[in-house]
Every structure is written in structure tokens, then in C-alpha cells.
């Protein structure tokens, strides 16, 4: 799992967000989870990449569990089991993206 916190001084928006995937040659997509919404423990057969453009996640991977704010990315490798919840009261929404390896 790759980890990446937001250090800039601005925001990140959401069209930012897909051009920086869309650099990386990925098909960015975008997911919308409303407050307090929990997705159980899944797993792909691709990495998953995930960009938070507002609110906050919690994640769960192999145990490890960390929170996702505005800015911050986690890719996460295929086939490896996690599962996230959505802190606080407002929905969370993210840019993602599939990379097949």
C-alpha cells in the first residue's frame, strides 16, 4: 500500500485530481459515500487508486487503519482485502482509478 499526504497550501479539486491520474495513463472515475457509510472488506484483481476531493475515510487495510482527508491517496495493491468508512456527517467523495498490472 502507497500512502500519499496532501502538503499544499490549496485544495486539490476534483478536475486536478482526474488530470493526475489521466497523466499516469489511468481512467479515472468518481465515487460519492455518504456520511457514516461503511463498505465491508473486499478485495480486486487490480491495485485500486483512490483520491479524496472532500470529506474523510476511514481505511482498514490487512489491519492497518488510517484516515483519508482532502488531497490525500492510497493505492492499494490488487487482490489485497480492505474495507473504509466515511467519518464525520458530510458524504465523502473521491477520484479513482484501476490499474491493471
Known amino acids: 500500500?502507497?500512502?500519499q499526504r496532501w502538503q499544499?497550501?490549496?485544495n486539490l479539486t476534483q478536475l486536478q485530481a482526474?488530470?493526475?491520474?489521466?497523466n499516469e495513463g489511468l481512467e479515472p472515475y468518481e465515487e460519492v459515500f455518504g456520511p457514516h457509510e461503511k463498505i465491508r472488506e473486499h478485495k480486486h484483481p487490480f491495485s485500486e487508486v483512490r483520491v479524496v476531493i472532500s470529506g474523510e475515510m476511514l481505511f482498514n487495510i490487512s489491519g492497518n487503519q488510517f484516515s483519508l482527508?482532502?488531497?490525500d491517496r492510497v493505492e492499494v495493491p490488487a487482490n489485497t482485502k480492505h474495507?473504509?468508512?466515511i467519518m464525520g456527517g458530510t458524504p465523502c467523495?473521491?477520484?479513482?482509478a484501476e490499474r491493471i498490472i
Open 83 to 85: 474495507s473504509h468508512s
Open 69 to 71: 482527508r482532502p488531497g
Open 8 to 10: 499544499a497550501p490549496l
Open 93 to 96: 467523495c473521491c477520484v479513482c
Open 1 to 3: 500500500m502507497i500512502i
Open 18 to 22: 482526474r488530470l493526475i491520474l489521466e
